[in-house]
């Protein structure tokens, strides 16, 4: 008779979706998923700011299991793609497994289960804890001098007060990320004026975005495998992309010359130059989006590249010796990549806890679990490969990596697993001397670089961290 696990997933984002929709499938059905707001959807739920789409195709980005053959657009709007999700949790009845407004403080794992503290001051008691709390959920306001004394509405881009007119207003950007870039594409010619604050220039990729149009749609649900067959085929064309990350070669060289070509489409060579990085295309993440260049030529839009030196209650001072005068100031100003899953304090059953196995900067066994810690995996962990590449397929490879662990449990195989720290140790190290041939250690500061200067991403081809996890191997875990 096989044991009835149950498993607490926390975080209700798309990859805590996933994995509920596919431990239900595998007949798990003692799933709990706690989310600490009051929606499920994680980044498409917190971000909503005008222009916000994904720059990974819609036929890529969604769930192998449950392909979308409505998609609008080639890149989807944030709303439709927090929409898809919302839809995925109904058609496979999770809501009854989610639990809203239930944010975890910490977690210890004794007599072989987990015990999991809300803010609530309520525990529930789980077999299995699988962290599901994304990468970028965290915003970063930083602390620029007089950051509290604009009196006028300021507000992060993952926290987008709509209460607030923008029509004919001084609206101030800060940051040239995906985010602001997007933001600003949107808002130019639609406020008064737009200030973009800039304090490193992004190589920015154009890539259209059309919209599919009925016969599309169609196709793809009258044809059969046809949405299987785009899936693979923009996987396959993303896989340029990925190339071009990983190692030096003519896929580096070509996102580079596109970069390059569409910067040529600045016409003033002033702001050209600029708008020019001094750095190799792809060592920050790459922005795809495809009418930048335009909307910062607008006549109405102002790019302020000298550095911020202070924000005043009026607007913010530059260290040109301007004061740009402003009505509303954004953040776009980027996220906590290294979070993870923190604050929530994990103890495992020696005493040790998260914040002292990670003190040092995050790290993980494979991507997806820790040593010390039984029974307990992480998607989207340290060094997932999360770069210009869709996020779902890797969540769901760590999915099915977590639930072929469970299945063992079930058949009795053993009763609590962790990593040793032997075989985590070799493969951070295996991983670091995978890193050099990456474009992330070419000389430019961003988010994927952790505290001491190495990249906190996956090195290697998507499909090598698929295989990697194809199967658990059980030789490198303690087994109880
Ligand atoms: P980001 O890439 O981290 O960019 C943050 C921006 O804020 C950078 O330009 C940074 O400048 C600037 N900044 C930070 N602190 C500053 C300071 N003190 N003064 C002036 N400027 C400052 O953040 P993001 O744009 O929100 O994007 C984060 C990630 O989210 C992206 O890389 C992407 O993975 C994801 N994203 C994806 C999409 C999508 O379409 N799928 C859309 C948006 C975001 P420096 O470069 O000098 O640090």
Not at 252 to 257: E, N
Not at 407 to 421: L, V
Request: one cysteine or more.
């Amino acid at each position: 008779m096989p044991r009835d696990p149950s498993v607490i997933v926390i975080g209700a984002g798309m990859s805590g979706i996933g994995l509920a929709v596919k431990l239900k499938h595998a007949g798990i059905t003692d799933v709990t998923v706690l989310e600490k707001a009051d929606d499920i959807g994680g980044t498409w739920r917190d971000n909503t700011y005008p222009g916000l789409k994904c720059d990974v195709p819609s036929a890529f980005y969604q769930f192998w299991f449950d392909r979308n053959p409505d998609w609008s657009h080639f890149f989807s709007h944030g709303a439709e793609i927090h929409r898809y999700f919302r839809d995925v949790v109904d058609r496979h009845r999770l809501w009854p497994h989610i639990h809203l407004g239930t944010e975890v403080t910490s977690a210890t794992f004794s007599e072989n289960r987990w015990r999991v503290t809300t803010a609530d001051g309520a525990v529930r008691e789980a077999d299995f804890l699988v962290s599901a709390t994304g990468v970028l959920h965290r915003p970063v306001v930083p602390d620029i001098p007089g950051r509290d004394a604009f009196t006028g509405a300021a507000f992060h881009s993952a926290r987008w007060d709509h209460s607030i007119p923008l029509a004919g207003k001084r609206v101030g950007v800060i940051g040239t990320g995906s985010t602001g870039m997007q933001i600003v594409t949107a808002l130019a010619g639609e406020v008064g004026e737009l200030t973009l604050f800039q304090r490193t220039p992004q190589w920015v990729l154009p890539i259209p975005n059309w919209r599919n149009g009925r016969v599309t749609r169609r196709l793809r649900c009258s044809v059969p495998g046809a949405t299987a067959l785009e899936y693979r085929l923009v996987r396959a064309i993303f896989g340029i992309f990925v190339a071009a990350l990983i190692r030096p070669g003519w896929q580096r060289r070509a996102v580079s010359a596109a970069c390059r070509a569409y910067l040529r489409t600045v016409g003033d060579p002033e702001l050209r130059r600029k708008l020019t990085p001094d750095y190799q295309p792809m060592c920050k993440r790459l922005v795809i989006c495809s009418g930048f260049y335009r909307a910062v030529q607008h006549p109405d839009v102002h790019l302020a590249a000298e550095g911020i030196e202070r924000i005043e209650p009026s607007g913010v001072a530059t260290t040109d010796g301007r004061h740009h005068e402003l009505d509303v100031l954004v953040f776009a100003t980027g996220f906590d990549s290294h979070a993870y899953l923190r604050p929530v304090e994990l103890t495992g059953p020696d005493g040790r806890t998260l914040s002292q196995e990670w003190a040092g900067g995050a790290r993980a066994y494979r991507t997806v679990a820790l040593p010390g810690f039984p029974n307990f995996f992480m998607l989207m962990g340290p060094h997932s490969p999360v770069g210009n590449f869709s996020l779902i397929p890797v969540a769901e490879v760590q999915a099915d990596y977590v639930i072929a662990w469970i299945q063992r449990w079930r058949r009795g195989e053993f009763t609590a697993a962790a990593p040793t720290a032997e075989a985590t140790d070799t493969y951070n190290a295996w991983l670091r001397a995978a890193m050099p041939d990456t474009v992330w250690t070419t000389g430019c500061d961003s988010w994927y670089l952790g505290p001491d200067g190495t990249p906190e991403v996956w090195p290697l081809s998507p499909q090598r961290h698929a295989a990697m996890l194809r199967q658990p191997h059980t030789d490198e875990f303690t087994v109880v």
